[in-house]
């Protein structure tokens, strides 16, 4: 069973950026689809970006084009979100979730299509 760690999350104004990571342990990341999700109280978590185990297809929710990338190093066993132009309504905390599902061609992009999560990291945008 893979764990995941999460780490970079922060405090930033306007316009700022961040990187997370997402470190996996207990198992090998060249075996999972992974994503990137968020989620702000009161709110269904909701997909950032997601990534196929060889990086060839990646999925994006609308607010994230043109500002935020998903990218993997299998060899690290770790999945990055960089994330530039950070806006106030992108504040929530952000989880790592890995898929078992390790299709090359195509990558999940609801939270029932991840079986394994981390614990999240928080990231705030003031304005």
């Known amino acids: 069973q893979v764990r995941l760690e999460e780490s970079g999350g922060g405090k930033v104004q306007t316009g700022g950026s961040l990187r997370l990571s997402c470190i996996a342990s207990?198992?090998?990341?060249?075996?999972?689809?992974m994503g990137w999700f968020r989620q702000v109280l009161g709110k269904e978590r909701e997909l950032v970006s997601a990534i196929s185990v060889n990086s060839n297809v990646k999925a994006e929710e609308d607010f994230a084009i043109g500002r935020f990338t998903i990218s993997r190093d299998n060899a690290a066993n770790t999945v990055y979100l960089q994330m530039n132009s950070l806006k106030p309504e992108d504040t929530a905390v952000y989880y790592c979730?890995?898929?078992?599902?390790?299709?090359?061609?195509?990558?999940?992009?609801?939270?029932?299509?991840?079986?394994?999560w981390g614990l999240g990291t928080q990231v705030t945008v003031s304005s």
């Open positions: 207990g198992g090998t990341l060249e075996n999972y689809s």
């Open positions: 979730a890995a898929s078992v599902t390790n299709s090359p061609v195509s990558v999940g992009t609801g939270s029932a299509d991840y079986h394994f």
